[in-house]
């Protein structure tokens, strides 16, 4: 037994299983079977009961009660380090992030769509196998979706990675919370860093969630980091819930665009998918089907005769006499091969029927859309961008025209300076933004994003101010 760590109300464990044997990470509660703590436990339990299948969600194995009355659970072991280590020794290529964080997606996906809302996606609670997967951890304080009661506290939250609802005392178990924390962890695996942590600074807690209820998205900061990569993370750590991408498919979907635009290979997404009534096969289509396989993985050919018998045809010194011989001998070639051509086709039709009939998979890996556009840039951007510099040449305002009529999106915009850092992106729903008129010219990038998170190419202009920049000097 060697000890891995502790929470609010447990320790885990290493331990060596004998039956099977292999290595187990058990969680043991600190305190007694009676209490909140312990509702809490058995939660988890049943929670990670429920997805612990998906490849991307640490596997459950068991859970009991000790002789002392504490609670337990028995889950696979992951070996050092987890996520939060590895980045502690500077953050991840940019291949590697995106990798990971699709692979999370999906489980976050999965678990969403049985009900279960995560609450605590952060680095920490991402581990990798002994095959180098990463996994999901640490259902703790997960809740299925819906409103909390105003004494359920998000116990255990974690400021850097939670968004700004719950830091505003939001009592809504809501899967955009989730894709909220999962792109803070992303930004967190690009930068090294949680997105509003600044540097060599002592951040208190008051000022850090001052930051993400306020702030706007600092940049990534990483010259290999396309701008769609930073893009996506501002749809999805959108200040409003409303605003970020309504699914972590559609997160995962986005992220993979980025995979095509870099040329890197794409990341499957894992998801759940649950059989229907009319999925699945009666106990008596069991039965009389002697050939079926359950798991649906393997199906049995049926093995086709390929012998054809050899017909005699060479003609003797008594050719007239043998030719009822050759006659017969020919007429019993003709119908094997007729025979075999019927079991072909036979063994053929069995097999598509067996195919139609055979049934589906519990996890489904969805290999990405083709797409000649893998940036999702049919999204038209801005109409009619301009700007037109104040009469006192202090500030330059920028107007612009929805995409397309009915338009229900909303804006991304940045000041564009040349030669200079990328500043950071904000959030409109407006078409119109004033910036400080700069000394030669200035510039700005507008973008469309459509409801469904998808983000048009920029829309870009620029108002010469070196007049007002002149005049500044004099």
């Not at 998000?154 to 894709?179: F, K, N, T, Y």
């Not at 050919?301 to 010194?317: K, L, Q, R, S």
């Not at 407006?430 to 829309?459: H, N, W």
């Amino acid at each position: 037994m060697r000890d891995l760590g502790a929470g609010g109300y447990s320790r885990v464990y290493l331990y060596e299983q004998h039956m099977p044997q292999r290595e187990v990470a058990v969680k043991i509660m600190n305190c007694g079977v009676s209490g909140g703590p312990a509702s809490r436990f058995e939660s988890e339990a049943n929670l990670m009961a429920r997805v612990s299948s998906h490849p991307a969600i640490l596997s459950i194995y068991g859970a009991g009660t000790a002789a002392d009355g504490r609670l337990f659970l028995v889950m696979e072991y992951c070996p050092p380090p987890q996520l939060s280590m590895v980045l502690r020794r500077g953050p991840l290529s940019v291949a590697d992030a995106l990798s990971t964080t699709i692979q999370i997606a999906g489980a976050v996906e999965s678990a969403h769509r049985v009900g279960i809302v995560h609450r605590d996606i952060k680095p920490a609670n991402i581990l990798f196998t002994a095959y180098r997967r990463p996994v999901l951890s640490d259902f703790g304080i997960s809740a299925m979706s819906g409103p909390r009661g105003e004494d359920d506290e998000l116990r255990g939250m974690s400021v850097p990675w939670a968004p700004p609802e719950q830091l505003v005392g939001s009592h809504l178990a809501d899967p955009a919370s989730d894709i909220y924390s999962l792109a803070a962890t992303a930004y967190a695996m690009l930068t090294g860093r949680s997105p509003f942590e600044i540097p060599d600074a002592s951040d208190s807690v008051y000022e850090l969630s001052r930051r993400i209820i306020k702030d706007p998205l600092p940049p990534l900061g990483r010259q290999d980091a396309p701008p769609s990569l930073y893009r996506v993370l501002s749809v999805a750590m959108a200040k409003d819930p409303a605003r970020r991408y309504p699914t972590a498919l559609a997160f995962a979907r986005a992220l993979q665009q980025v995979e095509a635009e870099l040329g890197l290979p794409m990341t499957a997404v894992d998801l759940f998918h649950a059989a229907t009534d009319s999925e699945v096969p009666h106990d008596d289509d069991l039965l009389e089907d002697t050939n079926a396989t359950r798991l649906g993985v393997f199906e049995p050919v049926a093995e086709a005769a390929t012998h054809v018998p050899v017909v005699d045809v060479d003609a003797g010194a008594d050719g007239e006499q043998d030719a009822g011989t050759r006659r017969s001998r020919l007429l019993i070639g003709a119908t094997a091969v007729a025979v075999t051509a019927v079991a072909v086709t036979a063994a053929v039709l069995a097999s598509r029927m067996a195919e139609h009939s055979r049934p589906e998979a519990t996890f489904a890996t969805l290999a990405p859309v083709a797409s000649a556009d893998p940036l999702g840039v049919s999204v038209s951007p801005p109409r009619g961008l301009s700007g037109a510099l104040s009469e006192d040449g202090s500030t330059v305002t920028f107007t612009w025209e929805a995409p397309e009529d009915e338009w229900d999106g909303s804006f991304l915009f940045r000041e564009d300076v040349a030669g200079g850092a990328d500043a950071a992106m904000q959030s409109t729903q407006a078409t119109t933004v004033q910036l400080p008129a700069r000394q030669g010219s200035t510039c700005i990038e507008v973008y469309s994003v459509r409801a469904d998170g998808r983000t048009s190419a920029a829309a870009g202009a620029c108002v010469d101010t070196s007049a007002a920049g002149a005049a500044e000097a004099g």
